[in-house]
């Protein structure tokens, strides 16, 4: 899947690139959206602002064609009804993954360029962990809920990698470079590949053999001329993969709609009805022997966290903890040091965390949610820390690195210390090694614990380490 002879870079509506974006949206049944923007290493008040609208459009079976609008340089308002009418259209079905979030960021975005009510909604829609899981249960006899990252569906179902090492690059930087707009153009791109494979086995398998839409209809023709003759024409080709959309989007698609509250970054929901020790209410239901991650995470906005990952760190994967603070990861550990069960999950619950774990029998308590825990299969640190940032889809960033104190897990201060206030706030509490004062380097307090730490040896090599380990690009 190379997009390189198929990328159009849309920064002016008078550019030949947009007119070409909007024929090509007319001519398009089936769209792949994505977006990119600058990752923020602190909370903030408001959503980040979209720097880049990913729009891959195909245009028949075989040919399709992406576009990077450029929202940082376009007039937002020149292309906002176009973009809402096309998130509205039913004669086109619209792909993402996990595209909620980015629908509220884009949302917000417009609404801070004059553009009063945003967008609301995308219908119809189709997710593509909803095409994997449909893919995965249909070869499998059992039906859990399988959620999987993008990079692990376009490994299984295209056999092909999807690097992400450019997703914590600088977007609001311009040019892009030709990575970053290769990057972007994939990760459109690759959700109609993925359709694509979807539909073909529609067409192959009869997946719709069961609604009754299809009794007698074009499709199963074309389905059963399929069979019969490999070399059908195109015509008829083209006509049952136009069916095929149509039963899709009957069967399979959904909607994205956002709320009042889903506009407000840090709004919280009332959940179910299930009480816990820490007040907090949830829906209860038995989780038996789930291996996968069940999502969204408890810190998502639309479950009213604030978008930060978080994680709680059992006994069994302590050295894990201290690796995700490396990275920049809020990852605490159990208030006791032998903790019950209960108190591990009333901790997870109070503080809108993951618990992460290895021990399978954890996941079969009938009081814990399933986007509450979730189990670690590796036994390496380094191993562990990129499962969890692949299943999770952290982004994390080179600026990210050493930015909380591996001892408590809290944040440094803002500013650097000079060696006198080092050695005042050292008194009685630290000892500063004396090769050190000679030596023009910056030293850093946790906010919690008062620790400091500074940029000698240990410091560069670990950074080194898990710029390594997390192939995070220079770029």
Avoid at 160 to 168: A, F, G, T, V, Y
Avoid at 204 to 225: C, H, I, P, V, Y
Avoid at 235 to 253: H, K, N, P, Q
């Amino acid at each position: 899947m190379d997009p390189s002879d198929g990328i159009h870079f849309v920064s002016s509506t008078d550019s030949p690139e947009f007119t070409r974006l909007s024929s090509s949206l007319t001519r398009s049944s089936v769209i792949g959206l994505d977006a990119e923007w600058k990752p923020v290493r602190a909370h903030q008040p408001n959503f980040p602002t979209v720097l880049l609208l990913q729009i891959a459009c195909r245009l028949d079976s075989h040919r399709s064609i992406v576009f990077l609008l450029d929202l940082s340089e376009i007039l937002l308002p020149s292309v906002y009804h176009l973009l809402r009418d096309v998130f509205l259209s039913p004669h086109i079905l619209k792909l993402g993954f996990r595209f909620k979030q980015d629908l509220l960021y884009l949302s917000s975005t417009f609404r801070s360029q004059g553009c009063d009510s945003g967008f609301d909604r995308v219908e119809p829609f189709l997710d593509i962990a909803t095409i994997y899981s449909h893919l995965h249960h249909k070869q499998t006899t059992r039906k859990t809920k399988v959620t999987k990252s993008l990079s692990f569906i376009c490994e299984e179902l295209l056999g092909m990698s999807l690097s992400k090492e450019l997703q914590c690059s600088d977007w609001s930087l311009r040019p892009l470079t030709k990575d970053q707009r290769t990057y972007a153009a994939i990760d459109a791109l690759c959700l109609i590949e993925i359709f694509n494979v979807f539909q073909l086995r529609v067409l192959k398998e009869g997946a719709f053999r069961n609604l009754t839409e299809l009794d007698n209809s074009s499709l199963n023709l074309g389905l059963k001329q399929i069979l019969k003759e490999p070399n059908i024409s195109s015509r008829i080709l083209r006509t049952t993969f136009c069916d095929a959309v149509e039963m899709i989007v009957r069967g399979y698609s959904d909607k994205i709609v956002l709320t009042e509250s889903d506009g407000k970054p840090g709004t919280s929901k009332k959940k179910g009805k299930r009480k816990s020790s820490t007040g907090f209410t949830c829906k209860e239901k038995r989780v038996d022997d789930i291996d996968e991650w069940r999502g969204p995470a408890p810190w998502d906005y639309l479950l009213g966290g604030d978008g930060f990952p978080k994680f709680l760190c059992d006994v069994m994967v302590e050295g894990l903890a201290k690796h995700l603070r490396c990275v920049g990861i809020d990852a605490a550990v159990p208030y006791s040091r032998k903790p019950e069960t209960r108190e591990l999950i009333d901790q997870a619950i109070k503080e809108k965390r993951v618990l992460l774990t290895r021990d399978a029998k954890l996941l079969r308590h009938e009081y814990l949610l399933g986007n509450q825990i979730y189990r670690v299969k590796s036994l390496l640190k380094n191993d562990q820390l990129i499962e969890v940032i692949e299943t999770f889809q952290l982004k994390i960033c080179e600026d990210q690195l050493m930015s909380r104190c591996t001892k408590c897990n809290g944040r440094f201060i803002q500013k650097p210390l000079s060696i006198e206030e080092a050695i005042e706030a050292a008194k009685g509490f630290q000892v500063i090694p004396n090769c050190l004062f000679d030596r023009n380097i910056e030293f850093w307090q946790c906010t919690d614990c008062n620790q400091l730490y500074w940029e000698g040896t240990q410091y560069h090599n670990a950074v080194q380490k898990f710029i390594d380990v997390c192939k995070i690009s220079s770029a």
